[in-house]
């Protein structure tokens, strides 16, 4: 049996959460059917955004990428 002493110390320090397939879906379809521009920040980027990304062109919505977020030109869609 291994014996074990944990002293209390204060812990200091950033840590990030790794990006959301499923927040970048639902990110990526509120800013494409809103109105004006939207800033989505450290995106998950793959296949599957990438098809959801092609969809909501079709919708009226541009996208400007750069390394670490993507800026949406939202469509303004209005359900009827």
């Given at each position: 049996?291994?014996?074990?002493?944990i002293?209390?110390?204060?812990?200091?320090g950033?840590?990030?959460?790794?990006?959301?397939?499923?927040?970048?879906?639902r990110?990526?379809?509120?800013?494409?059917?809103?109105?004006?521009?939207?800033?989505?920040?450290?995106?998950?980027?793959?296949?599957?955004?990438?098809?959801?990304?092609?969809?909501?062109?079709?919708?009226?919505?541009?996208?400007?990428?750069?390394?670490?977020?993507?800026?949406?030109?939202?469509?303004?869609?209005?359900?009827?």
């Amino acid at each position: 049996m291994m014996k074990l002493l944990i002293y209390p110390s204060l812990l200091q320090g950033h840590i990030s959460a790794p990006p959301s397939k499923s927040f970048t879906h639902r990110a990526l379809i509120c800013a494409a059917l809103s109105s004006g521009k939207s800033v989505i920040h450290q995106p998950l980027l793959c296949t599957d955004t990438d098809e959801t990304i092609s969809c909501l062109k079709k919708v009226g919505a541009s996208f400007t990428f750069y390394e670490d977020k993507i800026i949406v030109s939202g469509s303004g869609l209005k359900p009827d």
